[in-house]
């Protein structure tokens, strides 16, 4: 049995090898990334080179296993509409 990480519920719980290979990357990097970002918080030194080109690399394996936002309507029906603002039974 394999063992499906709560991440893969974005994917419809059955990700392919590949975004989960991408995925798990992609978890590394945002840690490093995190790392990085507290000690130049304590005002340590960084490498921006290195800091650009890793956070560059996690944002295409993000975009690569579709992470993005999407939006969605929250238009409501007429009868939500009537309902809410007319206190009418649709």
């Known amino acids: 049995m394999r063992f499906t990480p709560n991440w893969c519920?974005?994917?419809?719980g059955d990700p392919s090898e590949a975004?989960?290979?991408i995925a798990k990357r992609?978890?590394?990097l945002a840690i490093?990334?995190?790392?990085?970002?507290?000690?130049?918080?304590k005002g340590g030194d960084i490498d921006i080179g290195e800091f650009t080109t890793a956070t560059?690399?996690?944002r295409r394996l993000l975009a690569?296993?579709?992470l993005e936002r999407k939006a969605r309507d929250i238009t409501p029906t007429l009868e939500q509409y009537l309902?809410?603002?007319h206190g009418e039974a649709a």
């Open 64 to 66: 690569d296993i579709g």
């Open 83 to 85: 309902r809410e603002n």
């Open 32 to 41: 490093w990334c995190e790392d990085v970002e507290a000690r130049m918080a």
């Open 19 to 21: 975004k989960s290979i």
């Open 56 to 58: 560059n690399a996690l």
């Open 9 to 12: 519920a974005t994917w419809g």
């Open 26 to 28: 992609s978890t590394t």
